[in-house]
């Protein structure tokens, strides 16, 4: 029963954040076809109520490796794409799912939401939301490596984007090149 009751929360919070569902099963829309939608000011999503369901979600179970999965699962025949390749090239890669690897930066502190991903410590990382907030992660997990798969996007940040993601401590809040994450594995 309670881990219905948190499907039913997790789902209203991200339909109620503006995400759209794409089409087709298990597929992120691109943000090209999500409704365009002004940013405002201060983000209409309820932080406090997302924090809520972030501490309410079971722990991530721990496999035989060590690792632990966030969201759906990555498809294991999918080839890696060196994450330094994506930013390199974000442009080859836009609107494009790929798997690939990194150290994490740093994790959103208010409720796990985001990542910032590098390819090699002190590198350049990139932001990684979490799938429209459908889950979170473990806001400890700084300094682990990670695999992820997602999406690339490659859009500009508002200003008021911008502000809001470095106000949850984000360093890279304003580039435009970003993976939305449809799992994540920590190791």
Known sequence: MRSTSLWVLGAALWLASG????AEPNRIAPVAERPATPVP???AMDHAAHAQAAAA???????ADGSRRFGREIDRARAVTPLAAVIAEPARFADQVVKTEGEIARVCQR????MELRAEAGGQAIHVPMAGHSFFLPRDVAGKRATIEGRVSVT????????HLQAEGSEVASL???????????R
Not at 176 to 185: D, H, K, P, T
């Open 111 to 114: 409720m796990g939401c985001w």
């Open 19 to 22: 995400c759209t569902p794409s």
């Open 41 to 43: 000011a201060e983000p």
């Open 156 to 163: 500009e940040r508002s200003p008021e984007q911008v502000a």
């Open 57 to 63: 979600a079971p722990a991530a179970p721990v496999a």
């Open 176 to 186: 435009a090149l970003s993976i939305e994450a449809a799992g994540v594995e920590v």
